[in-house]
């Protein structure tokens, strides 16, 4: 079993749709959450940080984590087509070798 | 413009032929990593190192090599590719470790490495 679960989709959804991305994961270690967004041929970017349980929103995004269900969301409000990209998790346990555990990405396409 | 740059973005070559792809950071980053992404593995990390001559294995370092001479740059190095090395990589910084937001991994454009 992998220690984070994602949907790889592809997720189709017409403009201005609410969108949910979502993630669980197994190790009870993990404290560090974030959400990349990741264009064809380019690399991952930073798009939500959090740290341990709760809420964060940014603008349209809203990142919301459950450890005690082991569970990570991301929210996308009046989605855009520029929101069509790649949606990865990752999540670290903050020690020293600061490695991420990423999931393998949610493909996100809006329709126009 | 703060950022994470990588040499070369594209590459092919042939089993056994030694080849350097490089990592510059301009951000004064302490932590440097590669992650190697392939398609239902995600992305995955071969290396990382916590300072300049401070470098340690990730969960893949077989048939890599790395250097931190300097602490702006993190070079990967595969002594002799095999097939199995074909793959996108991308280099990752951070000012640190540990402290919420000090570990916040910023990655560069990617390499898309492709061994015949």
């Known amino acids: 079993q992998k220690e984070v679960e994602q949907d790889p989709g592809p997720l189709s959804v017409p403009e201005g749709a609410i969108v949910s991305l979502n993630c669980t994961y197994s190790?009870?270690?993990?404290?560090?959450f974030m959400w990349y967004r990741q264009y064809s041929r380019k690399g991952p970017e930073l798009l939500m940080y959090t740290y341990s349980s709760g809420n964060k929103e940014d603008g349209r995004f809203t990142a919301q984590v459950d450890k005690s269900s082991k569970y990570i969301s991301l929210f996308i409000r009046d989605s855009q087509p520029s929101d069509s990209a790649t949606y990865l998790c990752a999540m670290s346990d903050g020690g020293a070798t600061n490695k991420l555990i990423f999931g393998t990405g949610t493909l996100l396409a809006v329709q126009p | 413009e703060a950022q994470v740059t990588q040499n070369p973005r594209y590459l092919i070559t042939v089993t056994g032929k030694k080849l350097t792809v490089t990592c510059s950071q301009n951000?004064?980053?302490?932590?440097m990593s590669w992650y190697r992404q392939d398609p239902g593995l995600g992305l995955r990390q071969i290396y990382y190192s916590m300072n300049v001559e401070v470098t340690d294995k990730g969960d893949v370092p077989e048939g890599y090599k790395v250097s931190r001479k300097e602490k702006r740059n993190f070079p990967l190095i595969l002594e002799s590719p095999s097939p199995n090395q074909t793959s996108l990589y991308f280099c990752a910084s951070s000012l640190g470790w540990g402290r919420s937001s000090y570990n916040e991994q910023f990655f560069g454009p990617g390499t898309r490495l492709t061994v015949l």
């Open positions: 190790n009870s270690a993990f404290q560090y």
């Open positions: 951000m004064n980053h302490e932590y």
